[in-house]
């Protein structure tokens, strides 16, 4: 009885989203996308994947939006069609402007190749420059190269569940320091 409670308990202070998974569905949800919000899952961690969490008749952005508000890092799944996608560069923009920290993942693509398409996608110039801000600061930041044409699905999705881990646990204890210096301040 006591071990059911706090297995309820646990759940419920779960936060709703410790990583949010950002990524290209034509390209990448059946393959990295999936197999790693299922392995982070089993790692009892709540990420966020468009197709897994949401439901008909939530609100797309207000959805999205508030998930990668809430969660405590990113992972951006960058494919060749990436920087096609409207929503793609709009959660990319959202991660950098809160400074949430992002873990890259190139699929199929080198961050040199990046580039936000100056024609159709965005319809106000400060659209576009919000979007390729957010694009060229990705592209600074060391990811992960992974080539589905000769690397192992397993092996990248072991390797990026391994730095999210990682990166949760060193943002946890940063949060403890901040905690005891401002309580040994007080």
Do not use: W
């Not at 419920?12 to 392995?39: E, M, Q, S, W």
Request: charged share 30%.
């Amino acid at each position: 009885m006591q071990r059911s409670s706090f297995q309820l308990a646990k759940r419920a202070i779960k936060p709703a989203c410790d990583v949010f998974i950002n990524h290209r569905g034509i390209d990448t949800k059946r393959t990295v996308a999936t197999l790693l919000y299922d392995h982070l899952s089993r790692h009892n961690l709540s990420p966020f994947l468009d197709n897994k969490n949401m439901k008909p008749g939530d609100k797309l952005f207000e959805k999205i939006d508030s998930a990668i508000h809430s969660c405590k890092i990113g992972v951006a799944v960058f494919s060749p069609n990436y920087c096609k996608s409207y929503f793609c560069l709009h959660e990319l923009a959202l991660f950098m402007e809160s400074k949430k920290k992002v873990i890259p993942i190139f699929c199929d693509v080198k961050p040199s190749q990046l580039r936000v398409p100056i024609d159709g996608l965005c319809a106000e110039k400060d659209q576009l420059r919000r979007f390729s801000l957010a694009v060229e600061e990705a592209k600074q930041t060391v990811g992960i190269s992974f080539d589905s044409f000769k690397g192992n699905f397993a092996d990248v999705v072991r390797s990026a569940s391994e730095t999210v881990i990682k990166t949760l646990i060193e943002l946890e204890n940063e949060e403890q320091m901040k905690l005891r210096k401002r309580s040994q301040s007080s």
